[in-house]
Each structure stands twice: as C-alpha cells, then as structure tokens.
C-alpha cells in the first residue's frame, strides 16, 4: 500500500509539473510572418516569441538552424525562453530556403548583405507594429545558428554591426567574408568547430577567427572534443557567452532611445584563453603578438570555455 501511495503522489507530482508548464507557455505570445521571395532567397518566414507580461523588449535572440531549415519552433524551447526571460529579450526563429541553384551545399541567403539580412530587420519592424512593441525597429540583436545559421549570423555581422550585441560562427562551411571591419571586430562572437568535422570547415573557420583575431577581433574559439557537424554542447557555451555579454553591452542602454548605441568592450577588459595550452590569463599579462587565443568576457566564462575545450562540461 505505501508503495503504491508513493506511485500514486509521483503521478500526481508530474501533472502538476506539466499543467504549470503548459499554463507558463499560455502566458506567452507567439506572432507568424514572412516576406515575399526575395534577391538571395525563395522562403523568409518568422515567428517572434514574448511573454504577454512583457511592458517593453530590451533585444531580441535571433535562433538560425542549418542548411535552408525551419528555426520558428526553436522559439518553443524553454532553454531559450528562459534565456530570453531573463535579460527581458524576445526570441525570433527563423526559416530561410534559396531558389534552386548549382551550388545548392553553397547557401545564398546566408550573404545576408544581399537582401536576406534585410528581410530580417523587416519582418521584426512589422513585428513591432503588430506586437505594440515600436522599439523593435531599433532593438539590438543576439544572434545564435548552426551550420549555414552561423554562416549567415557571420554575414549579418559584418554587414550592420551596429545592431548585434553578440554573434555565434557554428561549424558552417562557406562564407562571404573573410577580414571584417573594425567595427565588426569589436562585436563579441564565439566561433566553434568540432574535431570530427570535415578538415575543411574546420580550417575555414578557424582561417577566419585567426586573421581577424591578429587584428584584435573580441572574438572566442572553441573546437569540441568528440564532436562532428552536430550542435552538440556549443548551444549551452554559448547561452552563457549570451548570458555574460548581454548586461555589459547593453550598460546604460535605454529600451525608448533607439539612438543609444551598445557599450563598446574593451580587449583589456576581458581575459585571454590560450586554445594551445588551454589556459587563461589576464590580459595584461598574456603574450603579446599571439593570436592563437580567446577572448574571454570573465572568469566565470573562461571556465566554463576551458571546460568545452577540454570535454570536461556537462
């Protein structure tokens, strides 16, 4: 009998957790839009997340999946909403697809200064208008992809630097751009490889975190022991990268003034991790010259990196 008491509460206990659960998610709205086909893409269609208790939206985690895949249901993941609670942010999800073409393993609409970047900042104005939220015109974003999404998060950087808070390159394997503007360097970004991946993304990715970083990119590297094409752990590294910039960029930044600019970081500001000998040290210290390093945000970051780098994390 007592077992089957304790049975019973357990059973009891779960659907209290999936009624609370499913009554937060109804506390929530979800908004749909798309945008005709355009220069560099056939599909753009969009869903915009918030909690309906939301006075104001203070930036917006944009979420790219691979190759001409549909992100909009990435905005019902509660990893991401709790993020995006936290700092007062709004998720967006994202499905781009090209037009047929030759090279269909070479994405178009990730060259996002070709008119897909452009479809984006649209659809999140009209979101705005529908939402109430006028602000997000202006809002800065964060932006997190996989594959072709970190591809096309790389180009979106380069093109309005001005609007990214932080940005994520994950494993993708063809880019527009290669030695970014100033401006662009000054973004902080995390590019990640996986070891068992093709010996050709992992060379490009690393070519284009390396020139830049010789040029004093704010930029993080991290390849993932064990790893291959996958997403593996490179989501949870970079919610804490998110997690850690997005208070310091937006310092002083008024959600009603959309013509305050984010907090410019500064490199002495930050750590340095070495990706060779998988250490950290401060940056007035750290070896000067040597761009086989990471810039790390804080210590409380710098762990959980050396943690990655190392395959000791959760």
Same mark, same amino acid.
């Given at each position: ?53 939301? %006075?104001? @939206?203070?930036?917006? &985690?944009? +979420? $790219?999946?691979?190759?001409? =895949? ?131 993304? %992992?060379? @490009?990715?690393?070519? &284009?975190? +390396? $020139?830049?970083?010789?040029? =004093? ?98």
């Amino acid at each position: 009998m007592q077992n089957q008491k304790i049975r019973n509460d357990k059973r009891i206990f779960i659907l209290l957790l999936v009624l609370m659960s499913c009554s937060m998610r109804s506390l929530a709205v979800s908004l749909n839009d798309s945008v005709p086909p355009g220069n560099n893409f056939q599909k753009a269609a969009f869903r915009l997340w918030y909690p309906d208790n939301y %006075k104001s @939206i203070s930036g917006i &985690i944009v +979420l $790219m999946p691979g190759s001409n =895949g549909d992100g909009r249901g990435w905005t019902s993941d509660i990893f991401w909403q709790e993020l995006a609670q936290k700092h007062n942010f709004a998720l967006l999800g994202c499905y781009f697809t090209d037009y047929k073409h030759d090279d269909m393993n070479i994405e178009s609409y990730t060259n996002a200064e070709n008119g897909s970047g452009q479809a984006l900042l649209d659809v999140i104005s009209r979101f705005g208008e529908k939402s109430g939220f006028k602000e997000l015109s202006n809002t800065p974003l964060v932006l997190w992809g996989h594959s072709a999404g970190g591809q096309f998060n790389y180009e979106f950087v380069c093109w309005k630097p001005e609007r990214v808070i932080a940005f994520v390159v994950n494993k993708g394997g063809f880019y527009y751009s290669a030695l970014a503007s100033k401006q662009t360097r000054n973004v902080p970004g995390l590019f990640f490889t996986g070891d068992k991946d093709i010996e050709s993304r %992992k060379y @490009i990715i690393k070519g &284009i975190f +390396l $020139m830049n970083r010789r040029a =004093g990119a704010l930029w993080c590297f991290g390849e993932e022991p064990g790893a291959g094409h996958e997403i593996g752990q490179t989501q949870k590294l970079a919610a804490r990268f998110f997690d850690n910039i997005i208070p310091l960029r937006l310092q002083n930044k008024a959600v009603e003034d959309s013509s305050s600019e984010l907090k410019l970081l500064m490199s002495e500001s930050g750590l340095i991790g070495d990706n060779q000998s998988k250490t950290i040290t401060p940056f007035a210290t750290a070896p000067k010259g040597d761009f086989q390093t990471s810039w790390l945000p804080d210590a409380l970051f710098g762990e959980a990196w050396l943690s990655f780098i190392k395959g000791t994390g959760n």
